[in-house]
């Protein structure tokens, strides 16, 4: 069997896969509450990033200098 002929996960490296399943099994309840959990989640990690991480990184990086150095 080739690996393209494996699936989607064929690309990845199986303990990426692995991480999300067992993330997907930690979370309790049905389908659609385990859906919701991590969409929950995943937001809870965006808000945090925006809102903390990104701010105490800014100063570090040269996106919004002009100077041209040559």
Do not use: H
Not at 12 to 30: F, M
Not at 45 to 56: D, I, R, Y
């Amino acid at each position: 069997m080739t690996q393209a002929s494996r699936g989607p996960t064929a690309l990845r490296p199986r303990s990426v896969v692995e991480v999300y399943a067992a993330l997907w099994r930690a979370l309790p309840g049905p389908v659609w509450v385990r859906l919701l959990l991590a969409l929950l989640a995943l937001a809870a990690v965006v808000v945090v990033c925006f809102a903390w991480l990104f701010p105490q990184l800014a100063p570090l990086l040269p996106l919004n200098d002009p100077e041209v150095r040559g």
